[in-house]
């Protein structure tokens, strides 16, 4: 089962710049705050599906749920 | 209604109706937590929204996702574009940023109400019903 930090660390290889908090010590329910550049003028639903796409085919499986929440840096 | 016919009428229904709720039950009866509170920032806002009960038939909820490819329940569409889920709802309701979506005007953000109640309405599968919040 992933960590906590298993799935900040993989977030952040995955997206430009990005820095991810992580908490969800059971292993399968996870919540995220997401800060990446690469969400400037996106939606946010297309800055979550960035975030997803990182797990795609884990979630709903291995990892159950993952509350998401986007930023872009300030 | 086969799945082709019933991705359609969703199709539909998106086009047809600027603001309108995938939820689990109705606004009056909703029949899960988070499709309860968007349906209350709806209701803050003081938006009319057509709104889609996804339980009646697990097809709604599987074409609806094909379309969106978004996972979860409840889905809002604005202008026939998918906005998000409860999560992201509430978020840009607390921000300001649906009221300028839906054109709600001068409405401060406050805690949205929760209609009470969870029981399930079998009827009017995938017929959006247009509700004065």
Redesign the interface.
């Known amino acids: 089962m992933p960590s906590a930090d298993d799935i900040k660390q993989r977030i952040e290889a995955a997206l430009p710049d990005a820095s991810a908090e992580v908490e969800g010590a059971d292993g399968v329910h996870f919540q995220a705050v997401v800060t990446s550049p690469a969400f400037a003028g996106k939606?946010?639903?297309a800055q979550?599906?960035m975030v997803m796409d990182v797990f795609a085919g884990e979630?709903?499986g291995s990892i159950h749920a993952m509350?998401?929440?986007t930023k872009t840096p300030s | 209604m086969s799945e082709n016919q019933l991705r359609d009428a969703i199709s539909e229904a998106i086009k047809d109706n600027d603001v309108i709720l995938f939820m689990k039950g109705t606004p009056e009866q909703p029949a899960c937590g988070f499709s309860a509170r968007t349906v209350g920032v709806m209701q803050a806002l003081d938006v009319s929204f057509a709104s889609v009960d996804i339980l009646p038939d697990p097809r709604i909820r599987q074409e609806l996702s094909g379309i969106s490819?978004?996972?979860t329940i409840p889905q809002l569409f604005v202008n026939g574009?998918?906005?998000?889920g409860c999560?992201?709802v509430m978020?840009?309701y607390e921000s300001g940023e649906l009221a300028q979506l839906v054109g709600a005007e001068d409405v401060a953000p406050a805690p949205a109400e929760v209609p009470a109640g969870a029981a399930v309405e079998q009827d009017g599968l995938l017929q959006p019903e247009n509700r004065l919040s």
Not at chain 2, 81 to 84: K, N, T
Request: no cysteine; proline share 5%.
């Open positions: 939606t946010r639903v979550h599906r979630l709903g509350a998401l929440t | 490819q978004w996972p574009e998918l906005v998000g999560d992201i978020e840009m």
